[in-house]
């Protein structure tokens, strides 16, 4: 028999988050809307479609946490007094609720524009302008 698949319940800490990032993003130059998509997993945050994500939360384990694609390298200048750990996918942010990510507003920016920029690039051989 088939595994039962946990429900997906969005929490006022994710919507919270949500806003908070989405407040972030809205001072960048690059206007793209920012998206959520909740899992049984966790909580996707990203540019224009849920495929471009930039920040994924992980407010439902015993610590919460979030994930970007920025390097380790680079993010940790950029969250003072966070913990902060390397992450297959780039790197993991403790928090202790939502409130904090105002305070990650530098790698939030990055992480949206980032990713933002990846989806202009496109993929190979999408732009028909594109010089060979």
Partial sequence: ????????VTTADELEAYEIVRTICARSTLQVPVVYRDTSNWFTISAGTPRKWFMR?????????????????????????????????GSRVYVNDPKDLARLLPLVLLAYEEEVKRKDNGGEDTDPTAST
């Fill in 1 to 8: 028999k088939a595994a039962q698949t946990a429900p997906i």
């Fill in 57 to 89: 939360l992980y407010f439902n384990q015993k610590r919460k946490s979030v994930i970007t694609k920025i390097p380790l390298a680079r993010a940790t200048p950029l969250v003072p007094g966070f913990e902060i750990d390397n992450h297959p996918e």
